[in-house]
């Protein structure tokens, strides 16, 4: 390891989720042909199947893992939104069905439990018929050509489809099908992008940075534990280090529904000196939860926690190796992002350090009884942010997301976020005349302006698959990817996508080739909201 301490990593049980019209899929699948494999059923990946399945054809959702909705179900239920009414179609019904379920007819209602979203989507799962076939994670793929006629899973299960979509947060289908990837940074002139590569820090265009100098070495004159040691790269470099990646946790300080905090079996107080130091330094006045990450309020009293600050729910620099990873290894990165986010809990909760009104509001909230039930009470998905990038027919770039660039003749959806791309490294840089540290990579920039989405960012190149579609890894830089990986965005590309392979199918035509206007139309008439408005 590249950092110097170690977070030791834990095991949570996990159980598969039994709901109507979803199955279990434990056997090899012979001669079971769909029109249309979605693989991950991400909240993108259900609205691909539940787009196709609408429109009469047959599909099949194939989960690597153990639930449907990804990060919607999966913690993160405070949306990511900027301006809500570039939001359309199935997305939009998603929300509307939200509110439903919580007394607003007809209105949507962004801010939900985790379960909330889960029940939702697997609502629709049911009204369609549309099997999940979970715990398959994929493993290869059979090709003819530019043709992907079938994948394999870890499990030995193939299904064979007309068309596939990769709804995954890792796009390993689209890799195992020998489309082009990239992941982590791009050099800023690469595509002439002012905001990319490694990060000047601390920058005027990021934040979550040390206020104080931090003293970054031991006794011994090493590094301290959460720290990177290695080659920090220079403002503009580009590299393949990760944004950090981290869990949404949902929170409640309702007694009855409360878990207490509990020590982890791996906790290690030495890991969290750097912690210890920034507290004591910064010296915080009346310091709360709220000064160490973002307390976002869900209904019935419960939260989505996510980072804030220097030292907070993002594992910095934790996922490096994810992208690209065997399973293994991702799972791995998983128990140890568990590992972190437990000891972070835990280190606020019970060290000396820590005031003590700190610590007795921390000590007042816990993991949700009835959130995650099958799993320990804890989120099921680990928030990649980002993961693998495709390298496309089109590639979506920082330019995209501001005007004049921001209008695509090809437009399947509207998107409207800033560009948010979150720490990648912790290092020891001069903080005045003292050695201190910064993190580095964090850009928040614009604001809710709206963004037109080419349908081509979704596509592969032709000389490497021709009914492939991807909706999540889409093709974008580092930068332009800050803005299309909010879960709305992957909801209307998941969508739009869906749609594409029914066209696709029903004309006989590849993907590339659909006559656009006509899909637009199409996706209109389904409500998607296609255009910005002048």
Known sequence: SAFSGSITMVRVSVVVPVALALCLCLSRVYGQAYDVVVYAATASGVCAAVSIAQQGLKVALVEPGTNVGGMVSGGLGWTDIGNAGVIGGLAEQFFIDVGTVYGHANKPVYHFEPHVAEDVFTSWLSKYNIPVFFNNRINSTNMEGTTVVSITTVSNNIFAAKVFIDASYEGDLLDLAGVSSTWGREPSSKYNETLAGRQAEPSSHGGHQFRVAVDPYDSEGKLLPLIYTGDVGKPGDGDQKVQAYNFRMCLCNNQTNRVAWTKPASYNADEWEVFRRYIKAANFTNPTMSTFMTVSSLPNGKTDINNNGAISTDFIGGAWAYPSGSWSVRDAIKEAHIAYTQGFFWFLASDPSVP????????????????????????????????????????????????????????????????????????????????????????????????????????????????????????????????????PQFMIMGHSAGTAAVSAIKQNKRLADLDIPALQSLLQQQGQKIFIQK
């Open 356 to 487: 003590s009104t700190l610590r007795e509001e921390v000590n007042k909230w816990g993991l949700c009884k009835d959130e995650f039930v099958k799993n320990n009470n804890w989120p099921h998905q680990l928030y990649v942010r980002e993961a693998r990038r495709m390298i496309g027919e089109y590639i979506f770039t920082q330019h995209d997301r501001f005007a004049p660039d921001n209008t695509k003749n090809d437009s399947i959806g509207l998107g409207s976020y800033n560009i948010d791309s979150h720490h990648a490294q912790r290092i020891p840089q001069k903080f005045g005349s003292s050695m201190g540290l910064v993190n580095e990579g964090d850009v928040e920039v614009g604001s809710a302006e709206t963004f037109e989405i080419p349908y081509a960012h979704m596509l592969p190149k032709q000389s490497q698959a021709t009914n492939l579609i991807v909706p999540v890894c889409t093709s974008a830089t580092h930068i332009g990817y800050g803005c299309l990986r909010l879960e």
